[in-house]
């Protein structure tokens, strides 16, 4: 146990020598620290260590720790409260919002401590909940900080509260440097406030054993000056040792530099292309000017690490080849630095960390592409807030390219341009929906992990595995069509399987011949503002679509409605044997119902109004 | 408090001179219900008397009695069992279904007898609920059978359990024969049930005081020989006496010939038109070919009733004009005889009693017709489970021809034909939602009664009327249009009002033009397979649109964008003067919030399990 006097200077806040002179102000935040420390010090311990961590703000002032039960179907949060001031808000949001947020608040009016589940309206404005979700379990002074412990249940019964469900989470903190008398009188607008997003539910995979002949390679940073710009990509070419023979890499994990923890915002290796001998050496900002434009060849992907993700194992019946003839030597590391507070001159080794072994195992793992073809047919409408775009992987495609005994998708990295909202994969079979591959209903562009499914999906030839994406484009005046350029869109599942098989590429897009009777169509209802003559451009024609209820509804029903082109491809260039163009759209006769998340009512354990953590006397 | 013996034998049930004779079955059940009736006859009387009564099956076993708490948002029930067996079921579902039915169960397994709050699957077999919403209060032998008292909230938190809202509710109810050993062990499927629609939320209206000079006047069946068949229209015509003159109608009530509460299941009283002289006499079947054809002429309503409602007051600054000059002598009475188990030989005289002053009141009411003219223009497609149509009273119609003071909207009654499913229609003014003038989420063509508002609607130049109608044509292959024929549809709710105006009809249609555009392009993605020459119907044409989801989504899209033609009409055929070809859709840009149901978690003071009401003990 601490003694308060050494708590108060850990949290910066005024001695005992100091506090005579204190005013009243910090004589009461003093005293409700050193109370609510006395208070609740002695509370049970946390069930099970914290196997998760991360930074929340950019100076490190919070940290969350935190671990999931599957079976009591509930979080334990352990927030780590360096120098605290007057209080602070820690929650969940749809998007990282402070307004609509899910909020637990430890907050002084200035006498007394509290601890209080509440949420936040549109307006910012804090209220209590009517319901205890949050439970507090302890709050201890440690060396470090202020340590608060608390539960919350995946789902609760209360409509004001945030669904912790698979996939992104939106946590939000705010900091309070003053004492407010009601908890009403606090607006998460005036306050510090910030976002972090992070995957809460991550996969309790077990750890597979390390072979002996386990050996690492580094490949890092060279001690990179960050740029003192909120976001830079840093690309850095290195090569695999010459006579590098074929391993299997088994497992990856993340090194950082120390002190850089809340700046390095993620990571990945790519593996450049075995077609050209050599690539130039390069270390610099991605979007340099002076980068050569053969490194565009390097991104078949080897590694990817992003905030809070652990070390990646891959299942220990399965490896990613790399080395020996045929593969590339050379790797490309991109490094986003997140930099919002503009620090200037930290230098940076951060990097990946690649254990492989020279003992093949069973099966080579592969990445295999699923979604929309990156063409502008696909196309989202401007002003929209929740349009949704759908791509296919066929059974004639799984049937012709699969093996007897299938693949098993065990990882899955979900990717959209700037204005993704949510991605789903779903597998169906003989025209029912029996499973989802992955879903992310809180998906951001900005974080995009590769994610160990929770249980691995077997896929069949003669599958079909339908990937839906959710756009927003309320800030949009143009459709926003399908293509490379990070203003058009992508909807794309990279997932990892074994064995690994010759498919590399299961895309569709709707077919090009029914999009153009769609114009006809907008020319017919409209005046004749969309050019349908060959040599408009299909981007040239989705700009002169006037956009109106019935413009956009019709496309909506031609792409639930007309036939697909799919690409069923070894590589990004050749195709299985076949015939891919106008290609029936899968019927999916049933779908998968939603599950309604069974709340659990805990007012039953958890007080009804804030739990007063201690209470203060004004003067000491 | 009655003798034991008495109330079995009221039920039905052996007495005690029968018991030793009595097989162990009945024995069984026999001690159930008067061990049953020992156990709780001391609980708590209701709160407060039932002011709303009706018989649940045809046979009037069943009686069910409420009351409403808009307070404590719930519902008290009583339920009469007149000669129980071995239990009985109640309950709310969707459409009156016996499989998905929220349900309470009164049963015993032949020793013990319980009373639990469950459901029934898809199925038709029960489940015991996780959380017991319905709460019983009383268990009560009368000389009139027993007496079941509970109460259940609007809304719990239970996703099993059926949300009370305003509009028709589907009571459902079984019998229990035997003893099953366990709640599970109960499926619908092979049980005698039935249904009964009510409203079970309806307005708590002040009455008015009747003004001494009220007179009544009985318009009724003349001794009628119901049918010995399910369904009855009976048509009568009668007329008022020579010289009636001006009077108001300030109250109506059904009179039912005692014993024929079961079969009368609704009632009307029409005005003939005025344009015609006399009218000839008739009492029989409305689809008789004896009946006159100019009684279609007679479809003024004077008066609704249906089963279950009460005396229908106006408000104390209106009522209905007739009598005097420039309106009808003649008034058509329409008797619906429900007669599922077609007995034969009933005589009935019921009809309705008028309640009328020659002291006029300050305003006339009104009815006014909103929703969608009766063409063929507006279309549901076929194999469809939940389609809608709507129809707009528009700002520039209710600009012409409403006061400035406005109307005032005091009941409503809902009309559909066979496939309607849900009817609503909100008030918009400058271009927000405002308030729902009438909602019905479970509408049946079958149970059409004029309701009173929960609270009066104002209505102001410039305001918006938006009635939309929700349909199920999953069992019909072809298209659905509007018109008059039973087998066409319609959406309109009938308001009733005051100050009466000119304004009879405010109702829209797509614009036909547009239409001719959409059967345009579904030539273009289809074979040319519906003919757009000037010789064919629109019903021809729908008729011959191949269905699939891209000509059922453009259709969908048509009527959300295309323009209007409206009906502002002082009569069915007079227009009010203007444009009214081609009109905007009017634009709602915000729309009112579903309000998320407060769930009450009866958990807190319910038992989890079922009540065990008695136990008993094999053999009395």
Same mark, same amino acid.
């Given at each position: +146990?601490?003694?308060?006097?050494?708590?108060?200077?850990?949290?910066?806040? /005024? !001695?005992?020598?100091?506090?005579?002179?204190?005013?009243?102000?910090?004589?009461?935040?003093?005293?409700?620290?050193?109370?609510?420390?006395?208070?609740?010090?002695?509370?049970?311990?946390?069930?099970?260590?914290?196997?998760?961590?991360?930074?929340?703000?950019?100076?490190?002032?919070?940290?969350?720790?935190?671990?999931?039960?599957?079976?009591?179907?509930?979080?334990?949060?352990?927030?780590?409260?360096?120098?605290?001031?007057? =209080?602070?808000?820690?929650?969940?949001?749809?998007?990282?919002?402070?307004?609509?947020?899910? #909020?637990?608040?430890?907050?002084?009016?200035?006498?007394? *401590?509290?601890?209080?589940?509440?949420?936040?309206?549109?307006? !910012?404005?804090?209220?209590?909940?009517?319901?205890?979700?949050?439970?507090?379990?302890?709050?201890? !002074?440690?060396?470090?900080? #202020?340590?608060?412990?608390?539960?919350? %249940?995946?789902?609760? &019964?209360? /409509?004001?509260?945030?669904?912790?469900?698979?996939?992104?989470?939106?946590?939000?903190? =705010? $900091?309070?440097?003053?004492?407010?008398?009601?908890?009403?009188?606090?607006?998460? %607008? =005036?306050?510090?406030?910030?976002?972090?997003?992070?995957?809460?539910? @991550?996969?309790?995979?077990?750890?597979?054993?390390?072979?002996?002949?386990?050996?690492?390679?580094?490949?890092?940073?060279?001690?990179?000056?960050?740029?003192?710009?909120?976001?830079?990509?840093?690309?850095?070419?290195?090569?695999?040792?010459?006579?590098?023979?074929?391993?299997?890499?088994?497992?990856?994990?993340?090194?950082?530099?120390?002190?850089?923890?809340?700046?390095?915002?993620? +990571?990945?290796?790519?593996? &450049? *292309?075995?077609?050209?001998?050599?690539?130039?050496?390069?270390?610099?900002?991605?979007?340099?000017? +002076?980068?050569?434009?053969?490194?565009?060849?390097?991104?078949?992907?080897?590694?990817?690490?992003?905030?809070?993700?652990?070390?990646?194992?891959?299942?220990?019946?399965?490896?990613?080849?790399?080395?020996?003839?045929?593969?590339?030597?050379?790797?490309?590391?991109?490094?986003?630095?997140?930099?919002?507070? @503009?620090?200037?001159?930290?230098?940076?080794?951060?990097?990946?960390?690649?254990?492989?072994?020279?003992?093949?195992?069973?099966?080579?793992?592969?990445?295999?592409?699923?979604?929309?073809?990156?063409?502008?047919?696909?196309?989202?409408?401007?002003?929209?807030? *929740?349009?949704?775009?759908?791509?296919?992987?066929?059974?004639?495609?799984?049937?012709?390219?699969?093996?007897?005994?299938?693949?098993?998708?065990?990882?899955?990295?979900?990717?959209?341009?700037?204005?993704?909202?949510?991605?789903?994969?779903?597998?169906?079979?003989?025209?029912?929906?029996?499973?989802?591959?992955?879903?992310?209903?809180?998906? %951001?562009?900005?974080?995009?992990?590769?994610?160990?499914?929770?249980?691995?999906?077997?896929?069949?030839?003669?599958?079909?595995?339908?990937?839906?994406?959710?756009?927003?484009?309320?800030?949009?005046?143009?459709?926003?069509?399908?293509?490379?350029?990070?203003?058009?869109?992508? &909807?794309?599942?990279?997932?990892?399987?074994?064995?690994?098989?010759?498919?590399?590429?299961?895309? %569709?897009?709707?077919?090009?011949?029914?999009?153009? @009777?769609?114009?006809?169509?907008?020319?017919?209802?409209?005046?004749?503002?969309? &050019?349908?003559?060959?040599?408009?451009?299909?981007?040239?024609?989705?700009?002169?679509?006037?956009?109106?209820?019935?413009?956009?509804?019709?496309? @909506?029903?031609?792409?639930?409605?007309?036939?697909?082109?799919?690409?069923?491809?070894?590589?990004?260039?050749?195709?299985?044997?076949?015939?891919?163009?106008?290609?029936?759209?899968?019927? $999916?006769?049933?779908?998968?119902?939603?599950?309604?998340?069974?709340?659990?009512?805990?007012?039953?354990?958890?007080?009804?109004?804030?739990?007063?953590?201690?209470?203060?006397?004004?003067?000491?």
């Amino acid at each position: +146990m601490q003694a308060p006097s050494r708590q108060c200077r850990r949290a910066n806040l /005024p !001695g005992p020598n100091a506090r005579e002179a204190a005013s009243m102000y910090g004589t009461a935040v003093a005293i409700f620290l050193v109370i609510l420390v006395a208070a609740l010090q002695g509370s049970a311990p946390p069930e099970s260590p914290f196997p998760y961590h991360i930074p929340l703000d950019p100076e490190g002032v919070l940290e969350l720790s935190w671990n999931v039960s599957y079976v009591r179907k509930d979080v334990h949060f352990q927030l780590l409260v360096h120098g605290l001031q007057a =209080g602070v808000l820690f929650g969940m949001s749809d998007r990282g919002e402070l307004q609509g947020a899910d #909020l637990v608040v430890l907050w002084t009016d200035g006498g007394s *401590a509290y601890f209080a589940d509440a949420w936040s309206d549109q307006k !910012g404005q804090i209220h209590l909940d009517a319901q205890q979700d949050y439970q507090l379990l302890q709050a201890q !002074g440690t060396p470090d900080g #202020l340590s608060l412990l608390f539960k919350r %249940s995946f789902a609760t &019964c209360d /409509p004001q509260d945030y669904l912790i469900e698979d996939g992104t989470v939106h946590l939000v903190y =705010g $900091i309070l440097e003053e004492p407010f008398r009601s908890l009403e009188a606090i607006n998460t %607008s =005036g306050l510090q406030t910030g976002l972090q997003r992070v995957q809460l539910l @991550k996969a309790e995979v077990r750890t597979p054993a390390m072979p002996p002949d386990t050996h690492t390679m580094e490949i890092r940073a060279p001690d990179v000056l960050i740029p003192g710009q909120e976001t830079t990509y840093w690309c850095y070419i290195t090569e695999l040792p010459p006579g590098f023979s074929r391993h299997h890499i088994i497992m990856y994990e993340a090194v950082i530099t120390e002190g850089n923890e809340a700046l390095v915002h993620h +990571m990945e290796v790519f593996q &450049c *292309a075995a077609e050209f001998e050599t690539f130039p050496l390069f270390s610099g900002p991605c979007d340099s000017k +002076m980068k050569p434009e053969r490194l565009n060849y390097c991104r078949h992907v080897l590694a990817a690490w992003a905030l809070g993700a652990k070390a990646f194992y891959y299942p220990e019946e399965a490896g990613v080849a790399f080395g020996g003839p045929g593969s590339s030597r050379y790797l490309r590391l991109e490094v986003h630095y997140h930099n919002p507070l @503009k620090i200037q001159g930290r230098r940076d080794s951060s990097g990946i960390r690649l254990h492989y072994t020279a003992t093949l195992r069973r099966f080579n793992a592969g990445i295999m592409e699923l979604g929309l073809v990156y063409t502008p047919v696909m196309a989202i409408p401007p002003h929209e807030t *929740a349009f949704m775009l759908t791509g296919y992987c066929t059974d004639k495609c799984t049937q012709l390219a699969l093996p007897p005994s299938g693949i098993r998708i065990f990882a899955s990295q979900l990717h959209t341009h700037l204005t993704g909202r949510k991605v789903v994969t779903v597998l169906a079979r003989d025209g029912q929906e029996r499973e989802i591959v992955n879903r992310d209903n809180h998906y %951001s562009p900005h974080f995009q992990e590769i994610r160990m499914l929770k249980k691995m999906v077997s896929v069949y030839p003669g599958d079909v595995l339908v990937t839906s994406c959710t756009y927003n484009t309320e800030d949009r005046k143009l459709a926003t069509v399908g293509g490379f350029g990070i203003l058009e869109e992508m &909807c794309v599942n990279y997932i990892h399987y074994y064995p690994q098989t010759e498919l590399e590429l299961c895309k %569709s897009a709707v077919d090009a011949g029914f999009l153009q @009777k769609y114009f006809h169509l907008v020319n017919r209802f409209d005046s004749e503002g969309v &050019c349908t003559c060959p040599q408009a451009s299909v981007p040239q024609q989705f700009a002169s679509v006037p956009w109106n209820s019935f413009n956009r509804d019709v496309l @909506k029903a031609l792409y639930d409605f007309a036939p697909i082109s799919m690409h069923c491809n070894k590589s990004s260039a050749i195709r299985f044997q076949g015939e891919w163009d106008l290609q029936p759209l899968p019927k $999916i006769l049933s779908t998968l119902e939603e599950p309604t998340p069974q709340c659990s009512a805990s007012q039953a354990q958890s007080p009804s109004g804030p739990t007063r953590v201690s209470i203060g006397r004004g003067r000491g």
